[in-house]
Each structure stands twice: as C-alpha cells, then as structure tokens.
C-alpha cells in the first residue's frame, strides 16, 4: 500500500534560516508526490508536484523539493526561511482515481 | 478563472441531525473529492466523482454520502451526525483526476463543521 511519512510534526527555524522539511513515500509504482500548504482557516495550497519529469522541482514562495529514489524521499526546502512561511505543509502521493493519500503534516514555524 | 467554493464556510449541528456541504469545482474541471481534516486523524479521503460518478471511496461508514450533478457541483451529506464527526471537509476539484494521476487538485477553502 502507498504511503506518506513526515518527520517531525513541528519544526522552529530563525528568519533567514534554511527550512527543511521532510517526506518518505512509499509506493510499489512510480509515484507522483505533492506538497501543499495551509494557512490557519483556509484549504490547501499546492506548492509543486512530481511527475518524473525531473528530480528537482521548483514551485511556488521560493521552495524546491527533490525526488529521491534510492532514498524513497521526497524533502521540501526553501534557502532561506521568511515569517510568511509560517503554516502547515502536508505531502501527498498520488493514486489513482483522484485520490491523495497525505502525510500527518508538518507545523512550520518561523522565529523573527 | 475563480477557485473551489465551498459552502457553507461553518455550520454548527447537533447529534443526530444531517448535515450537506456543497461545493462548486473550477470551470471546467470533471473530477471533485472530498476529505475530511480533523486534528487526530489528519487528512483523510471520503470520495470523489468524476462524470456524475462515484469513483472512488475511502474508508467511511456509509452515512457518509455524496453526489455530483451534471454541471460538476458536488454535495456531500452526513446523516446521523456523531460528535467525531466534527472536522473541516476540504472539496478538491481536479481536471481528470484518473487518467491523469498527475493532475493537480486545487482545494477550496473548506467548511468547517461542528456537532455539539
């Protein structure tokens, strides 16, 4: 069965600061990964996907994931961390059908 | 070219009662899901039509119902509302949704609903 794995539900960075977040899939096929994010009160917002198009991904606000096969890894960073970044980011594998299967989420938050 | 609506955006309910939350996908998209988000179980998938369409379905008790009409608008419908059915359900519209596993789906804002 596909799965999503997040490391660590919260993580604190300083303004500025490298942000890492984490994501192990598995998947017994190819599989095409999301990140999204919300904001307090509102739904989600997609910030890239893979589709095997390429292993570096950029998308939106700054952030690149890269997909790692050999890791089963799929790990979303931003350079440098700004107080705006402060939400939660959930990654998502896709299956069939319309149906996203998503990790527990990651609470990022951002010290001035 | 506007986003998922969802309405309502909050709904308070008692036990027992039913409750149906509608939602309006973006122009042109065919595919809609459901998932409801609540803070112990995560984001969790109901279901989602294609075509007027069940096409999918996640593991939920049946009194957890949807449909789609023939313009794409969904309705999803809880009956018997038990108190663990507070949560936020979040609409996603998507182009294909099937053949197209990488199709992005697009959330709307949610409604969140409460049973007291």
């Known amino acids: 069965a596909q799965s999503v794995t997040q490391l660590g539900s919260h993580v604190s960075v300083s303004e500025g600061a490298l942000v890492l977040l984490r994501c192990n899939y598995s998947s017994s096929v190819p599989p095409y990964l999301f990140w999204y994010v919300q904001y307090p009160n509102q739904g989600l917002q997609l910030l890239l996907k893979y589709t095997s198009a390429a292993t570096l991904v950029k998308g939106i606000n700054g952030f690149e994931a890269e997909f790692k096969k050999s890791e089963t890894s799929f790990h979303l960073t931003k350079p440098s961390a700004h107080m705006s970044d402060a939400a939660e980011y959930f990654c998502a594998v896709r299956l069939g059908g319309g149906k996203l299967i998503f990790g527990q989420g990651t609470e990022l938050s951002v010290k001035p | 070219k506007a986003g998922v609506t969802q309405t309502p955006r909050y709904l308070i309910k008692t036990r027992g009662q039913q409750v149906t939350l509608s939602c309006s996908p973006i122009s042109g998209h065919r595919s809609v899901s459901w998932y409801q988000q609540t803070p112990g179980q995560g984001l969790q998938f109901l279901f989602e039509?294609?075509?007027?369409?069940?096409?999918n379905k996640g593991n939920f008790p049946g009194r957890f119902s949807g449909r789609q009409f023939s313009n794409s608008r969904s309705e999803m419908n809880v009956s018997t509302l038990e108190l663990g059915d507070s949560a936020l359900y979040l609409c996603a519209s998507s182009v294909s949704g099937g053949a197209g596993y990488a199709d992005t789906q697009y959330f709307g804002p949610g409604t969140r609903l409460t049973v007291l």
């Open positions: 039509y294609f075509s007027e369409t069940q096409r």
